[in-house]
């Protein structure tokens, strides 16, 4: 007669099972609904063609429709970065997510919003996407931002180039960058684990998105404009693309590009 297998190594089964359901529910591609592939690139990514955003980025194709980002990068998140400010009680600024920005007309002040957004994996793919409205159309403002920095994804260079670390994981950036817009200039340093994000709260989500742990950060100009703050610092996270790097110092750090798990 079989012995009864015990209880232990029943649930144990049970749970191996779970894990292979949840496996393969990531590894299953969910094609937008409703999506209608216009571009080249959106045909292959909807007929399965195309499967791998790397091969994207190499090839140096530009992404046109925000679903191909949808596609090939699962488990995209979103931050919406406070860009707007209006004076609360108590004489403080309350930040929020609009900026109200106003433009003379024969009649008036016209008004519009404007809003910033940040999407990300997590490890090492993000993306920055600005838009503006009329007035009351906050959701939507929220959307177009969204779809646009879905279309604006950068890959992202990581690894461990902090001298006081050397752990050659991906917690931090490979070297020090610099990014600029207008008159605000952001130097990235990579550092050691352990000692988190010290860079401002609007630009700690963008860091967390591209799945930087440990980071420093020297600003130079009007860094209370906001936009062009998070602007720069994006602009020196793909600055990092830029950069020649030898095979010998890629291992020493520990670099890795975007991924997706
Ligand atoms: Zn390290």
């Known amino acids: 007669m079989p012995r009864e297998p015990k209880k232990q190594e029943v649930e144990k089964e049970e749970n191996i099972e779970k894990a292979e359901e949840i496996v393969e529910e990531k590894s299953k591609v969910v094609i937008p609904e409703g999506w209608k592939p216009k571009t080249t690139l959106g045909k292959k990514v909807f007929s399965g063609e195309v499967t791998d955003i790397a091969e994207v980025f190499a090839k140096g194709i530009k992404i046109a429709e925000p679903p191909i980002a949808d596609v090939l990068i699962p488990n ?5 970065i ?7 009680k108590g004489g403080g600024i309350r930040r929020t997510p609009f900026k109200r920005t106003s433009r003379m007309h024969k009649s008036g002040r016209r008004y519009r919003i404007s809003t910033m957004v940040v ?35 950068i890959p992202v260079r990581r690894g461990c180039g902090s001298w006081e670390c050397s752990c050659g994981a ?3 950036i490979p070297f020090s960058v610099k990014g600029k817009v207008g008159s605000i200039i952001v130097e990235l340093l990579p550092a050691p684990k352990g000692i988190g994000l010290c860079v401002s709260d609007e630009v700690k989500k963008l860091m967390r998105l591209a799945g930087i742990s440990d980071i420093w950060c020297k600003t130079r100009g009007s860094t209370h404009m906001r936009i062009n703050l998070i602007k720069a610092t994006f602009n020196a996270l ?7 790097i030898k095979p010998e110092f890629e291992k020493e750090v520990g670099m890795t590009i975007g991924k997706v798990e």
């Open 76 to 80: 995209l998140e979103r931050e919406i």
């Open 82 to 88: 406070l860009i707007g400010g209006s004076t609360g």
């Open 119 to 153: 999407v990300g994996n997590k490890n090492g793919y993000v993306g920055l996407g600005l838009a503006s409205g009329p007035p009351g159309k906050h959701q939507e403002v929220i959307e177009k931002a969204t779809n646009k920095a879905k279309l604006n994804l």
């Open 170 to 172: 991906n917690h931090s």
């Open 238 to 244: 793909n600055k990092l693309n830029t950069y020649k």
